[in-house]
């Protein structure tokens, strides 16, 4: 995929983002790749001040509502993308790495994978009723794909968080 005309103009509202694994790859399916993405988020939200309103991971892609810097953005996918190079690597999860590689964009010469496509195609949420559907879309994603009967039964999103109950990580509901 090509680089994307889309960009955060103005960091301070929220934007809605979407991070996909290079050929839709089913990365997100062992607990500790999903655990770096939670931690990532994590150190976010305390060391860059990002605002982080919601999100969902699913099993190759995920997506976010957050008010953050695009470069924070670009350090988070950078970052993730590493840490979960290294654990399939450590893991030998050759098969995987393999396909990293296929997937490669020819001009990324300085790695040997890759694992996001490019951009996030953020779009800046423009009014209440914009931010209740991004949100609704999120939570419904697993349900929609038949994982869950429900969006607080997927574990991975913050859908518990919007219904009162402890989620993975906290998020920011006000908005």
Wanted: aromatic share 14%; with cysteine; net charge positive.
């Amino acid at each position: 995929m090509g680089r994307t005309r889309y960009y955060i103009y103005d960091p301070s509202i929220p934007h809605f983002h979407t991070c996909t694994v290079v050929g839709w790859m089913p990365i997100f399916t062992r607990p500790e790749t999903t655990q770096i993405i939670l931690d990532a988020f994590c150190y976010m939200q305390t060391h860059h001040n990002v605002v982080l309103h919601a999100y969902v991971i699913l099993e190759n892609h995920l997506h976010f509502i957050a008010k953050a810097e695009p470069a924070i953005i670009q350090r988070f996918k950078s970052y993730t993308a590493r840490k979960i190079i290294d654990y399939l690597t450590v893991k030998k999860v050759n098969l995987i790495l393999q396909q990293l590689t296929f997937y490669k964009a020819h001009h990324k010469t300085e790695s040997d994978y890759q694992l996001w496509q490019e951009g996030t195609h953020p779009q800046q949420i423009q009014n209440v009723e914009m931010m209740r559907q991004k949100i609704d879309y999120i939570h419904y994603n697993p349900v929609k794909r038949g994982y869950v009967d429900k969006p607080v039964h997927w574990r991975y999103s913050s859908a518990r968080n919007y219904a009162g109950e402890q989620g993975m990580i906290e998020i920011t509901r006000n908005w």
